[in-house]
């Protein structure tokens, strides 16, 4: 059945073929047909500046059983609030690995808008250079 499917298509299109050919073989005057063209101006691509980061100073202490006491009496002497933010080893280690990763995704981020950059500026460079100017 399906192979009764395709020969009936064939058919068809050979058919239409056959026609179409026919039709501009019969006709008598040939029709022109007009082709233009101009240059299109494709857009600028228009970055806005990248803002630069300025990191506050973050200052570390490592607190232990042993200095514990001794820290939270400073901080309340100089009127600090005191709160602890706590990170075992493996939730400090794997604090650093996430800012790792978050640098490597920025510098790719980079490299990537820096490709698209040099892209436009290439394709302007060559729709220019194949711009032929009007007579």
Same mark, same amino acid.
């Given at each position: ?36 063209? =101009?240059? *299109?101006? #494709? !857009? ?7 803002? %630069?980061? &300025? ?20 901080? =309340?002497? *100089?009127? #600090? !609030? ?7 080893? %493996?939730? &400090? ?34 729709? %220019? ?7």
């Amino acid at each position: 059945m399906q192979k009764m499917v395709k020969l009936s298509t064939k058919s068809v299109l050979g058919f239409g073929l056959v026609l179409l050919l026919a039709g501009c073989l019969g006709s008598q005057q040939p029709q022109k047909i007009e082709v233009s063209s =101009k240059p *299109l101006d #494709k !857009p600028k691509l228009e970055l806005p500046p990248v803002d %630069e980061v &300025y990191l506050r100073k973050v200052e570390w202490v490592v607190i232990t059983e042993e200095n514990m006491d001794q820290k939270i009496a400073e901080w =309340k002497k *100089l009127g #600090k !609030p005191v709160a602890l933010f706590v990170l075992d080893g %493996e939730g &400090y280690e794997n604090l650093g690995l996430n800012f790792s990763d978050i640098r490597a995704l920025v510098q790719q981020q980079k490299q990537i808008i820096i490709a698209y950059e040099n892209y436009y500026k290439q394709a302007e460079k060559a729709m %220019e250079k194949a711009a032929v100017p009007s007579e």
